[in-house]
């Protein structure tokens, strides 16, 4: 008889618009995790991978004293850690030392279960890290991750990978589909293909972009996978797995279905539902449909990535052409793994040369870094030209991570570790927003000034209130707003006089544009407001109440 199917929730690190890990500090988790852990998980993945910089940069907190914080709360379900290969948390490599440093200081704090997932970049460090987690005592899963170029041939690379993965003692694979471009056809007969040909169980971590993860899961479970990844309703969005609530109504009424404690599960929504109200979290939870991935070209998150580096460099408007340039640099470069970091490096290259007018006359760090074979051997397909320019001694390349073994003594193991990590610091944003009070003092504006508003947007209120200002530097300022019941810094750098009302503004570590097309005729105590925010139109409602 077949084992019940075994659910592991991903809702602390893989949901809608990082809600935890922008928004929720350690001292606040405890209450959900621990609903969470009542439920029945087979784990609850809750640290690592890109979430460590975020809580750094965004919050502003030590990693190491969330995840302490995760691991009291949990006394129930296994916890697992994700981190990306050789580069663990971030994006560059770290030597052996800080390898194995890493692995023994997670499962010092309690982690059960790690997940390896390297973007496909480094395969032998990936193996590599699989037997150092093992010989660490860690249950490990090994993850293949599909990026578009290899969806027509996903079978051939989960039996090729998976094989690598079980000689390097992993004790399961995880087919990982982060764009969601399987169809449920192809997911089964690839589940099919592995489970002929080895005997490691699989778990499936299917992204729900295209509205079809729940009907894959299931064409995935009949053809022989064991466990799926879940996202509680409440987070759960078209760039995460699929809600634990629709996995569970798929799978009701057949024996292989988990059973889980429903109150606990509803209750943990709840909790995530009201938090969202609490802190003002007005993110659409639904994209819709990947259209250009149907139509076969490469998968929205892709231009989404180049609008932001388009962004940074204050060149929003070169993103038709920016984005016509993509292809042409990822032939040239051989066609790595979409995948992060390289789809940044490759965004950037592409932004240098519509900036420049000139194809490769700068070579991004990361494409040197990539072409000297710092993240496994470049592709056979880069160009000779580019490899032999990036292994000139002048070409400037992205290096390797600190060895904490060579760092100079002093300070704690951890403080080392994060030495090692972190050689640059974290990248805090102005004004953390756990200040209890606002630096600034008091405001310095015109008492008319308003300084709370309702504001309602994409159908959602909430209120602002304007409590300080930071000192201007030039045309920029910081303002301390609190939304929903949540003081944060939010930077704004103001237009120049005369010129269109166009904003930029930084939140959390994120840049937003803001372009204000139309102010629409005011009602009494409203001011209807018609602009483009992040290149989407939107209709926001700002009402003045009584002080």
Not at 58 to 67: F, H, I, S, T
Not at 291 to 309: D, Q, S
Not at 440 to 445: D, F, I, Q
């Amino acid at each position: 008889m077949r084992p019940p199917v075994q659910l592991h929730d991903t809702s602390l690190r893989d949901a809608v618009g990082d809600f935890v890990t922008y928004h929720l500090r350690a001292h606040e988790l405890g209450e959900v995790v621990r609903l969470l852990d009542r439920v029945g998980f087979a784990s609850i993945d809750g640290f690592g991978g890109g979430t460590v910089p975020r809580v750094l940069g965004g919050l502003g907190e030590d990693p190491w004293e969330r995840l302490r914080a995760l691991r009291r709360a949990l006394t129930r379900t296994p916890l697992q850690a994700v981190v990306r290969g050789r580069m663990l948390f971030g994006t560059r490599p770290a030597p052996l030392g800080t390898l194995r440093a890493t692995l023994r200081h997670l499962r010092d704090l309690g982690v059960d279960a790690l997940k390896v997932s390297d973007p496909g970049l480094d395969p032998g460090g990936a193996r590599l890290t699989v037997e150092l987690a093992k010989a660490t005592g860690f249950r490990v899963t090994a993850a293949v991750v599909v990026t578009w170029e290899q969806r027509r041939s996903v079978r051939e690379l989960l039996v090729a990978a998976g094989t690598g993965f079980q000689a390097a003692g992993a004790d399961e694979v995880s087919l990982q589909d982060p764009y969601g471009l399987l169809d449920p056809a192809t997911l089964a007969a690839s589940v099919e293909g592995f489970c002929r040909h080895l005997s490691l169980p699989l778990r499936l971590h299917v992204h729900d972009a295209n509205l079809l993860s729940v009907v894959g899961l299931e064409a995935g479970l009949r053809g022989g996978a064991a466990a799926v990844d879940a996202t509680v309703s409440a987070l759960a969005w078209t760039y995460s797995p699929p809600s634990t609530e629709s996995v569970l109504m798929a799978l009701r009424g057949r024996r292989e279905a988990p059973a889980l404690d429903l109150g606990a599960l509803e209750a943990a929504s709840a909790w995530f539902e009201d938090a969202k109200q609490r802190k003002g979290f007005g993110h659409k939870a639904f994209y819709g449909v990947d259209h250009g991935a149907l139509r076969g070209e490469m998968p929205a998150p892709v231009r989404r990535a180049l609008a932001e580096e388009l962004r940074r460099r204050g060149r929003p408007e070169l993103l038709p052409e920016a984005w016509a340039e993509v292809p042409a640099v990822w032939e040239s470069l051989g066609r790595p793994p979409l995948l992060s970091p390289f789809v940044e490096a490759l965004c950037s290259q592409a932004a240098t040369h519509v900036e420049t007018g000139e194809r490769f006359a700068h070579l991004d760090p990361r494409v040197v870094a990539y072409l000297r074979g710092l993240y496994g051997e470049p592709l056979p397909g880069a160009r000779a030209d580019l490899l032999a320019r990036a292994a000139e001694p002048e070409a400037v390349g992205e290096a390797l991570l600190p060895d904490v073994d060579a760092l100079p003594p002093g300070g704690s193991a951890e403080e080392r570790l994060n030495r090692a990590l972190f050689p640059d610091g974290p990248e805090r944003p102005r004004g953390a927003p756990e200040a209890a009070e606002p630096p600034g003092g008091p405001l310095a504006v015109d008492e008319g000034f308003p300084r709370r508003l309702l504001v309602e947007r994409f159908g959602e209120a909430f209120e602002v209130s304007l409590e300080g200002l930071g000192p201007a530097e030039g045309n920029r300022r910081t303002l301390f707003l609190r939304v929903g019941g949540e003081t944060a810094a939010v930077e704004v750098e103001f237009p120049p006089e005369g010129a269109a009302p166009a904003y930029r503004l930084r939140h959390h570590g994120r840049d937003h544009q803001v372009k204000i097309l139309e102010i629409l005729p005011k009602g009494k105590r409203t001011l209807p407001v018609l602009l483009r925010e992040d290149g989407q139109l939107a209709e926001v409602l700002y009402s003045f109440p009584r002080r």
